[in-house]
């Protein structure tokens, strides 16, 4: 009887073992994702509209960024982070319409959501050349620019946003140059805890982003979803 008792003993100390260590290396891989994040991309069918769910969810007003030339949409911006924030991107009625649908399906959206989310890095063409190579299509790299409402210039290149991979659980992939990061002009007050998506097709998607060296947690789900916890002057929220 006591050896049983000392085995039950030690069985559940080793399963309160495991447990930590568990959370512990979610919690370093959700660090070491978090840290690769350049912003995440809440698209909305009227920007203000966007700007104001995002302020009833977190507390935090976005400060105006810019328009995009060309594209035909205008954002506005959170830091959530140092060098990370979110973008809320809507059409600008400032603009013609463009040639081209706007990126990120805006030009279909009945409600506003999470869409897309970018990892910045400064080695673009071999990103994605190694990506197609192993069978992730990402799309072309190319430039953007726009300029900020105190007049400075932003100009970045990136693989083509009218390409989404996966429903855009799949990250795009961005690299500033010499441009000032977007976050350090933002508003501030929240910051990005951690990132998880769903998708009904899992395992194509973990593949894709194994291929990728990319760490984001994927469940089944029944529609694809990007999902952010933030700290906020709300408290701790999800944003989809």
Do not use: C
Request: hydrophobic share 40%.
């Amino acid at each position: 009887m006591r050896a049983n008792q000392k085995f039950g003993a030690w069985a559940v100390v080793l399963l309160a073992l495991v447990t930590v260590i568990t959370r512990m290396n979610s919690a370093a891989g959700q660090n070491t994702l978090i840290s690769r994040v350049d912003h995440l991309v809440y698209a909305t069918p009227d920007l203000s509209r966007g700007v104001d769910e995002i302020e009833k969810l977190i507390g935090v007003r976005a400060t105006a960024g810019g328009q995009h030339p060309r594209w035909g949409t205008r954002n506005a911006l959170i830091a959530i982070g140092p060098t990370t924030y979110l973008e809320i991107l809507g059409p600008d009625p400032e603009q013609p319409a463009p040639k081209e649908p706007r990126p990120f399906g805006i030009d279909g959206l009945k409600e506003s959501r999470l869409v897309a989310w970018f990892v910045v890095t400064s080695e673009l063409e071999r990103v994605r050349r190694d990506a197609v190579g192993k069978g992730v299509p990402l799309g072309e790299v190319m430039s953007g620019s726009r300029r900020r409402t105190d007049g400075v210039e932003l100009s970045w290149k990136f693989t083509d946003p009218s390409a989404p991979v996966a429903d855009g659980i799949v990250p795009l992939f961005i690299d500033w140059g010499n441009s000032p990061h977007p976050a350090h002009s933002a508003a501030r007050g929240a910051t990005l805890v951690s990132l998880r998506a769903e998708h009904p097709d899992v395992e194509s998607v973990r593949e894709m982003l194994r291929h990728l060296g990319v760490d984001l947690p994927v469940e089944r789900g029944p529609r694809p979803s990007l999902i952010a916890t933030i700290d906020s002057p709300r408290g701790r929220v999800e944003l989809r």
